[in-house]
């Protein structure tokens, strides 16, 4: 019986993205363009893209969450974010993970979220 243990105190609960490859800020913006169906906000804004990871042969892999687990759109949400990657071109191949750990909180979204839904 393989037992989880905890992750480390001091080690994040969300794994660094790739900042600094070149297709990164390219997978920001196709990520901006799925919307969660109930909020007129992006996703990667709303903060729940988690992690974007690309490796040196350009694949890439998103962790991300949703608004709340029984999210209407659950099912679809994360092969809308695999064809808005895999449109923008120079990527060979995208998964998509959901994940609830962290929860997602309003303390994620970005300020521009925070002021387009009225919050700030």
């Known amino acids: 019986m393989n037992e989880v243990s905890p992750p480390m105190e001091g080690s994040p609960l969300i794994a660094p993205s790739s900042t600094n490859h070149p297709l990164y800020e390219s997978i920001v913006e196709a990520c901006r363009t799925v919307f969660d169906p109930e909020i007129p906000v992006n996703i990667y804004d709303l903060g729940l893209i988690y992690t974007i990871g690309i490796t040196e042969d350009n694949d890439v892999n998103i962790i991300m969450s949703l608004t709340a687990p029984g999210c209407p ?8 974010v695999e064809d808005a990657i895999n449109g923008m071109g120079g990527v060979r191949h995208v998964s998509v993970d959901i994940t609830w750990e962290p929860p997602w909180g309003m303390d994620m979204m970005s300020d521009e979220a925070r002021l387009e839904l009225g919050f700030m």
């Open 73 to 80: 759109v659950a099912g679809e949400m994360p092969g809308w």
